[in-house]
Each structure stands twice: as structure tokens, then as C-alpha cells.
T-cell receptor, first 112, second 113 residues
Framework: LAKTTQPISMDSYEGQEVNITCSHN???????ITWYQQFPSQGPRFIIQ???TKVTNEVASLFIPADRKSSTLSLPRVSLSDTAVYYC?????????????FGTGTRLLVSP | DGGITQSPKYLFRKEGQNVTLSCEQNLNHDAMYWYRQDPGQGLRLIYY???????QKGDIAEGYSVSREKKESFPLTVTSAQKNPTAFYLC????????????FGEGSRLTVL
């Protein structure tokens, strides 16, 4: 599985757009990128998954360039409740995403 | 309501004792997972199971054991061989092979005294 690298922490203010980048230089052809959000003392929650270009849902967008060596999670107009840790994972579609390994994540702090 | 139930939520154990953490799901998911999380750290994969009666070691399986006798249940035993068992343990399940979407329980916090 490709190793992922994310910034340890980020700061933002309410109402701003936040972009969190994940590096996965050794991503394989059948790998997909998945992002999770975790609040303290809770299990992570799935946010979004993508393979290439752009994916958007009701809470976030995921941008993946053509070489797929990185991806960016975009959170529009963040609020205080978006303060959490965000994890980027790479999963192998051929195995049905059998083994899912979390990295260290990015701790996002949203201030008033 | 469908979901994943972990118990107990808090557990204290003396050194040298084995302890079993329960994980039950009623989502009819095939795959189940156990992760460990230490304070301020990410999640580390202990064991995972794709089907009943089959499971694989994750990255930190030493000192842990699991069983998967029923689709709904995936208990984790923390044995006395686990050198530093104090941690937050999270169980998850996944029902779709075309996605990496895991559904997590609320976690079990184990403290070794």
C-alpha cells in the first residue's frame, strides 16, 4: 500500500475555505484515495473517496491531479465544528479495499 | 438502528491479565476491523477479517488475538503479551467491496493499572 504524508496541523478561521493536501507518491494503478474526519474520543467518519480529477459531495471536494501522486481535500466555508483530525488513506480496489491503513492525519483548528 | 456496538466503553485491567473487547454489528457487513489509537496519534491496524472464520494480521498484531465465528461479531483479546495495552480501541466494519468506507463503533478505552 502506498504511504501517505500529510501536514501535522493547520489553522483556519470560520467562513474560510480549507485545503488539506496528502502526498502518496507510490500510489498504484488500482488505488483509490479516501478521506476521513475524526473528533476526539470518537471513531473516524468517512468523508469522500476518489480516483482521479474531482469528486464533490455535500460536505467536501476532492481534487486529484493527473499523476495522482497527491490529493487535496477542500472544505468550503469551515465552521468551528469542522475542528477535527483529517486522515487520507489509499486503498486497493482489486482487493476490495481489504486493508485500510490510517496515517497520522492533519489536525485542523478552526477559530472564530 | 443499524450500527456497531463496542463494549465495554471503559475498562481497567491489572498487568498480566487478558481482556476481551466486544464488537457487534447489525449492518450485515462482511468485513470487520480492529484499530488501536494512542493519545495524539493516528489509528494503527491490529487485525481485519473479510469473511467468517478468516482474519489477517494488521501492522501491530503482536499481543492481540481475534476470532470471527459469526458475521456479526469480531471480539478482540488483549493478552498479557501486549507490552503497552493502554489505548483507545476502535472496531469498524465495511459492507461494500467497491468503497473504502468504514463504519466505526464508539470505541473502548482500556487502561492497564
Amino acid at each position: 500500500l502506498a504511504k501517505t504524508t500529510q501536514p501535522i496541523s493547520m489553522d483556519s478561521y470560520e467562513g474560510q475555505e480549507v485545503n488539506i493536501t496528502c502526498s502518496h507518491n507510490n500510489i498504484a494503478t488500482n488505488d483509490y484515495i479516501t478521506w476521513y474526519q475524526q473528533f476526539p474520543s470518537q471513531g473516524p467518519r468517512f468523508i469522500i473517496q476518489g480516483y482521479k480529477t474531482k469528486v464533490t459531495n455535500e460536505v467536501a471536494s476532492l481534487f486529484i491531479p493527473a499523476d495522482r501522486k497527491s490529493s487535496t481535500l477542500s472544505l468550503p466555508r469551515v465552521s468551528l465544528s469542522d475542528t477535527a483530525v483529517y486522515y487520507c488513506l489509499v486503498g486497493d480496489m482489486r482487493t476490495g479495499f481489504q486493508k485500510l491503513v490510517f496515517g497520522t492525519g492533519t489536525r485542523l483548528l478552526v477559530s472564530p | 438502528d443499524g450500527g456497531i456496538t463496542q463494549s465495554p466503553k471503559y475498562l481497567f485491567r491489572k498487568e498480566g491479565q487478558n481482556v476481551t473487547l466486544s464488537c457487534e454489528q447489525n449492518l450485515n457487513h462482511d468485513a470487520m476491523y480492529w484499530y488501536r489509537q494512542d493519545p495524539g496519534q493516528g489509528l494503527r491496524l491490529i487485525y481485519y477479517s473479510q469473511i467468517v472464520n478468516d482474519f489477517q494480521k494488521g501492522d501491530i498484531a503482536e499481543g492481540y488475538s481475534v476470532s470471527r465465528e459469526k458475521k456479526e461479531s469480531f471480539p478482540l483479546t488483549v493478552t498479557s503479551a501486549q507490552k503497552n495495552p493502554t489505548a483507545f480501541y476502535l472496531c469498524a466494519s465495511k459492507g461494500n467491496r467497491t468503497t473504502g468506507e468504514l463504519f466505526f463503533g464508539e470505541g473502548s478505552r482500556l487502561t492497564v493499572l
